[in-house]
């Protein structure tokens, strides 16, 4: 009924555990003395920030980033400052969550037989009483 899908959420960043590491890849010396790589986690169960229904679609859409301990992880390493990776890994947060808000569409299925099943059992029967018809004693 009134389920709200809002436009923006803001995500509490004192509720996600937020630590920086060293980025891998290409950089120059710049890439091993930086720790520029950005990397938040949460426990997904224990966000109280995200109803309930939400979070138990974000398992199912992004069981890939969970651990076994069930904790989201999200990384962000295409910056090469710590304040822009930070933002882009909230972002990339905000898209997850947000991507798990609508209620998915019920889909009914369809009861009964289709238009084409409804022929094909015609012409079988068709097929069938012509068989028993040639038969019966021909007459000459």
Do not use: C
Not at 4 to 30: H, M, W, Y
Not at 56 to 63: D, E, G, L, T, Y
């Amino acid at each position: 009924g009134d389920w709200k899908v809002p436009k923006k959420i803001t995500i509490p960043e004192d509720k996600l555990e937020i630590s920086f590491v060293r980025s891998s890849g290409a950089g120059g010396q710049n890439v091993n003395k930086v720790n520029t790589k950005v990397e938040l986690r949460f426990l997904l169960d224990g966000a109280g920030w995200i109803p309930a229904e939400v979070r138990s679609r974000i398992k199912n859409n992004v069981a890939g980033r969970i651990n076994k301990e069930g904790y989201l992880t999200v990384t962000s390493q295409e910056y090469r400052t710590q304040a822009q990776n930070r933002k882009d890994a909230v972002r990339k947060l905000e898209d997850i969550v947000l991507k798990a808000y609508p209620r998915p569409k019920l889909r009914k299925m369809r009861k009964g037989v289709s238009k084409a099943a409804k022929e094909r059992k015609k012409q079988e029967k068709k097929h069938r009483s012509q068989t028993k018809s040639n038969r019966k004693k021909v007459d000459f």
